[in-house]
């Protein structure tokens, strides 16, 4: 057991060490020295779901910031979260933990309803730029998470 | 396209009508010029898709008379209630454009989803309806 546990562990080191497992590291093995694979390209709705993510981050540190806030925030909070679930899926990548921010402290200060707001509306125009030149199996659901941002927008006014 | 344009115009109509049903059971001033500015909006979207349509050489029925309401409209609560069910149902129209088109017909149908999910969220918001926001405007 205790040889197992030591093998695992430092299996596990091996790759944080590593990195990502890059096409370099894979190289090295000399399986890929033939046709190195370049990283593939993200994926055009990355942006979108990086953006569905901080947000609801952002909102669950504004609760915790200010507790009176979570009836108004919590659902904003919850979209976002639905967004990045969908999004994950279509991208075809695992599914980040959606942990609220409340289990993994983070350093960021929490954000006015105010700056929520511009974010909100920032993060529209990065869906609506995904929309517009999404394909067609891509139209619906980037439309509707731009519209989803602006209302949240509206819902925070 | 057409058959979604098509739709989304129907859309438009029945917007139109219930605004007007809808708009004198209003009470505040706020709400009335609200419902103005929507039908406003409504009325230039309907006239967009109008020439839209003439273009494609699509043919469109010509809008109803009249429309059945869900329910009556007697006072303010069902007024917001009914303006909340017209900017949904408009959203579900403009989002099923959305993978039927492409460039400035996509931006269009883009421009209106948006413009009725903002609206819908405005009307609950007016009408302390919670959640004000849905995960999915336009997906019925």
């Keep these: 057991m205790v040889l197992t546990d030591r093998v695992k562990r430092r299996h596990l080191i091996g790759v944080t060490a590593g990195g990502a497992l890059s096409a370099t590291a894979l190289g090295g093995c000399g399986l890929f020295s033939d046709d190195p694979e370049p990283a593939p390209a993200p994926d055009a709705l990355q942006p979108v779901l990086d953006e569905a993510l901080a947000l609801a981050a952002a909102y669950d540190r504004a609760v915790l910031a200010e507790p009176g806030l979570a009836k108004r925030l919590t659902p904003l909070a919850a979209d976002h979260r639905t967004h990045a679930a969908e999004l994950s899926r279509v991208i075809g990548r695992a599914a980040p933990s959606g942990a609220p921010a409340s289990s993994a402290p983070s350093g960021a200060a929490a954000d006015s309803v105010a700056a929520l707001r511009k974010a909100e509306q920032a993060a529209q125009k990065t869906a609506a730029a995904a929309c517009r030149t999404a394909p067609a199996d891509r139209a619906g659901l980037t439309g509707s998470i731009a519209a989803a941002r602006a209302a949240h927008a509206e819902a925070l006014r | ?140």
């Design chain 2, 1 to 140: 396209m057409s058959a979604q344009l098509a739709a989304a115009l129907a859309a438009e109509e029945a917007a139109i009508y219930a605004y007007g049903v809808l708009g004198v059971k209003l009470t505040g001033e706020g709400d009335r010029t609200e419902a103005r500015a929507a039908e406003a909006v409504h009325r230039g979207r309907r006239d967009v898709l109008v020439s839209r349509l003439s273009a494609l050489k699509a043919s469109t029925a010509p809008a109803p008379a009249g429309y059945e309401l869900p329910f009556d409209v007697t006072d303010r609560a069902s007024a917001l209630k009914l303006a909340i069910q017209v900017e949904d149902g408009v959203a579900q129209a403009w989002r099923a454009v959305l993978p039927a088109t492409t460039g400035a017909d996509r931006a269009t149908g883009l421009n209106a989803l948006v413009d009725a999910a903002v609206r819908a969220t405005r009307w609950r918001r007016l009408g302390e309806v919670t959640p004000a926001t849905m995960a999915w405007p336009g997906r019925a």
